[in-house]
């Protein structure tokens, strides 16, 4: 591991930074002080912060004690906040002094006691700062910790709540490490990497957007299609130089092939990647897309979305929505998945374990989206 002093993950909002050199130490410290909360193995964290950074420290920390994570959008309310650490059973909450006061009025409303940690101080003793669980002396940490990596829950993201309120998706070891089998995903992370996606707060993000990538210089900067289609057509793109912007990586829902023409052209340097995938089943096809891609002179690849091919270990089918028959290529029907990526299910209350929907007996997930494969096997949605 790198021990210099090159950053590993920095908050560019409040310019909070850690370093390589810190992640080893710290997160150790972390699970060690947790520990000696009275964190257990597969423990749930449940987080609503605006910070950035350390964030990734305690995440680590609580892996490291075989614990897991969900994180929670800041602008709920206090009953919806109360409604996911139910299902969560979660009984260590993680705040700032911004978002203290609505998980306060959640805590309130649980059957159990919950401790708070906070970044800042939010003047209660009962509240743990994250100072105290860096400075531990990490000699609390298990020196052996039992993970069932089909198991054990690594991390539960929410879904977008489009369809009803979010639903907490559960993420085991296994299904997250899988993720490392996709070359392609590897390299698109492995360099300087700018992205919303660590605790929800993606509207202070765009606020001052061109500036922070001057700033921070990233070889790639990961978009929502939202956020994309924004920046394709923002008049102040030209104002900045943005020459060391290698890769636009795209996530969330497909990009339309407009938008994605108007990126090229402004950003001859810069080329697509295109993740297709969804919550709960975080990776499914990716590509690199360039200027030339979108010259070919077919009206089937000129209007339609090139999600790029299956990543390794996935395995695909087009079914006919009516008959339920394999479809073969250039057919459009509704996209089956099997994957080592499915999650292990939802959380609901009530259930003691996650709950597996929408995968049938033999283990294909219905994603709901309507697809087709073309004769080189590249997927469109």
Known sequence: MDKTDKRWVVDTSTGTTVYFKDIDPHSRNVGSALTRLGFKNRDILYFVTYETSVLYLIQLGIWRIGGGTRGGFQGEAPEEFARQLRESKSRFVLVDKETYPKILEAVKLLSWLVTVISFDDVCNPDVVLVKSLIEDDGTALPEKVDIKPKEN????????????????????????????????????????????????????????????????????????????????????????????????????????PTTAQLINQKLLGAKIVLFYGMTEMINVSNTLLDTLEYEIANEKIATKENQGKLVPYVVAKILDVNTGNILGPNERGELYINSPMLMKGYLKEGHEVPVLENVTEDGFYKTGDIAFFDENSNIYI
């Open 153 to 256: 829950i690594i991390c539960i993201p929410n879904t977008s709540g489009s369809t009803g309120l979010p639903k907490g998706v559960c993420h085991t070891h296994f299904s997250f490490t899988t993720l490392n089998f996709d070359p392609k995903a590897v390299d698109v992370f492995s360099g300087p990497f700018m992205t919303p996606m660590s605790n929800y707060a993606n509207g202070s993000y765009m606020e001052n957007y061109f500036e922070l990538m001057v700033k921070n210089k990233p070889g790639n900067v990961l978009m929502y299609p939202f956020v994309a289609n924004w920046f394709a057509r923002c008049d102040d793109i030209g104002k900045y130089d943005l020459s060391i912007l290698q890769l636009i990586t795209i996530v969330g829902s497909v990009l339309d």
